[in-house]
């Protein structure tokens, strides 16, 4: 089953540094982590922006990141309103993609450090969304059927 491209500026894997792209200063450190290969057991994911997200392709697993806006009508300037995006998507199944698994996990500041998931001091929401595949070309992110 085919589901629909999310269209995205960048196509590349950042492997050092921070995207050129502008990051609101509340979620450099949060991209940082997320683009860190030690994040993900040593393997590199692919970073794309979008107009409201940050994106990270790790195998099959797509993790959002929404940008902290409050734009004509759309909400998500707060940690508060980033979880209540998230908990939305997975009560909905994610919207326009069909059937997949997702849910959302915690950024915590543990030990003093930023982790993904775990116990720890909320910083932040990622929805992690699990498919069969995730493929990734120059300028869209292709989700097929869910895992």
Known sequence: MF?????SRMSETIRRGLPNSPIAAEQVEIVRLLTDPDTFGGHAPAYFDTAVSHLFVNGSHLYVL???????????????DRWDWCETQCMRGVSGFGVVAARPLPIVRREGRLCLGGPGSIRDWVLKITCESV?????????????
Do not use: E, S
């Open 3 to 7: 589901y629909p491209q999310i269209p």
């Open 66 to 80: 929404r940008k902290p806006i409050d734009d004509d009508g759309f909400r998500c300037a707060t940690v508060n």
């Open 135 to 147: 493929t990734v070309d120059p300028g869209f992110i292709t989700l097929r059927r869910a895992a």
